[in-house]
């Protein structure tokens, strides 16, 4: 199984991205997929997932503005980022689990994962 994510660019704050993360050599339904993201020096923190029977969780410092969904026919799932702010800048990543519902935050149970994207909110 392969991820490609893509979507990373500079923006302004307040302003709005979508991320992607396609999948290959598997269907994306198979999986839960998550999105984490990096900054320098700090571990990589969970963001949102996307179970493979459609639950949805977000965290909680980007509860109602991160929306991640999912795309069967495409087989991708994407984060759609709103109202970002400075502290949203970070390396995103997507990632693959098929970890039970309750261990979707924690990344070491991601077996698959993206190369990862930058996203940088500055003015």
């Known amino acids: 199984v392969q991820l490609q994510a893509s979507g990373g660019g500079l923006v302004q704050p307040g302003t709005s991205l979508t991320l992607s993360c396609a999948v290959s050599?598997?269907?994306?339904?198979?999986?839960?997929m998550g999105w984490f993201r990096r900054v320098p020096g700090k571990d990589r923190e969970f963001v949102a997932a996307?179970?493979?029977?459609?639950?949805?969780k977000t965290t909680d410092t980007v509860k109602g503005r991160f929306t991640i969904s999912r795309d069967a026919a495409k087989n991708t799932v994407s984060l759609q980022m709103n109202s970002l702010k400075p502290e949203d800048t970070a390396v995103y990543y997507c990632?693959?689990?098929?970890?039970?519902?309750?261990?979707?935050?924690?990344?070491?149970?991601?077996?698959?994962w993206g190369q990862g994207t930058l996203v940088t909110v500055s003015s």
């Open positions: 990632g693959a689990t098929t970890v039970i519902w309750g261990r979707v935050t924690e990344e070491k149970h991601y077996r698959f």
């Open positions: 050599g598997d269907r994306v339904r198979s999986y839960t």
């Open positions: 996307f179970g493979w029977s459609g639950n949805t």
